[in-house]
């Protein structure tokens, strides 16, 4: 019984002073690489700042650099711990293999996000309007796109369906058209009333003289005129002058006494007078 006590601690001596080294050197190892990565992962982000690298890529390659690099400290610690590397690679091929089965749709937005930030439909900054939403682009990660809506709101979008649908981008061209509908009865006088809008134009530096405003009747009833205004602004001037045109044109035809068509109340009842009378 002796014999088979002094064996056991024997052989447990042996593993403590083979394996618990080993154990130790990788848990060192583990600690720092972690320690290397963090530093590494901001050294990488303070250049590229410093490079100038475009905002859309910087957390996409980061992402992907982090990665690369847990991965071969993984690759590391286990070697370390003496275990059989021609194994693990297998064992971890199934497991990548079982995971990307399980992960049919996490790869695909990997994959969406790649196509994003090659093809660049947008970039971070950018006001776009995609999936039935419409914000500025805050974020573009590996699977997803952030985006900020005008009310603050975050959306998270997938990139999967994102890079393989109609994207509308309002932020690549300098300049935007806006386009102001404005009905009229038709008894007030067109062309005192489209040089009214002309003055509203003239006076509002914001509206760009090329392309050319225009002031056009597009629709035309026995009982109103519809006049549309299209003018042309700077895409940070879009919205504001929107507004203020708006409230301009409002008015400016109460100041001159502008009608509006008459209510469907009234058309209705000149119409069954009418039918009366006939």
Do not use: C
């Not at 509203?200 to 009747?217: C, E, G, M, N, T």
């Not at 409002?250 to 058309?267: L, S």
């Amino acid at each position: 019984m002796v014999l088979d006590i002094d064996s056991i601690r024997e052989l447990v001596l042996n593993f403590a002073m083979v394996y618990g080294l080993r154990l130790l050197v990788a848990a060192v190892i583990l600690v720092l690489g972690t320690w290397v990565i963090k530093r590494v992962s901001r050294l990488l982000q303070n250049l590229m700042l410093r490079k100038n690298v475009d905002p859309s890529l910087r957390p996409f390659l980061s992402s992907i650099i982090n990665v690369a690099l847990w991965v071969l400290l993984i690759v590391l610690v286990v070697a370390q711990m003496g275990l059989e590397m021609t194994s693990f690679i297998a064992v971890l091929g199934s497991a990548g293999l079982a995971i990307g089965l399980a992960l049919q749709g996490s790869l695909s937005n990997f994959a969406g996000g790649v196509l994003i930030l090659t093809i660049k439909p947008f970039r971070v900054g950018d006001f776009i309007e995609a999936q039935g939403q419409a914000g500025t682009v805050h974020i573009i990660n590996i699977f997803n796109t952030v985006i900020k809506t005008g009310n603050n709101q975050v959306i998270y979008m997938p990139n999967g369906p994102l890079a393989s649908s109609v994207v509308v981008n309002y932020s690549v061209e300098p300049t935007r058209r806006m386009e102001l509908k404005l009905v009229i009865s038709p008894e007030n006088n067109l062309a005192a009333v489209k040089q009214l809008l002309q003055d509203l134009i003239q006076d509002d530096p914001r509206i760009l003289p090329d392309p050319a405003p225009v002031i056009a009747v597009t629709e035309f009833t026995e009982y109103s005129l519809t006049l549309s205004m299209r003018l042309w602004a700077k895409k940070e001037d879009f919205w504001p002058l929107n507004w203020e045109m708006n409230e301009r044109v409002k008015i400016a035809f109460a100041e001159q006494g502008i009608k509006a068509p008459a209510p469907i109340q009234k058309r209705e009842m000149v119409t069954v007078q009418h039918a009366a009378k006939a």
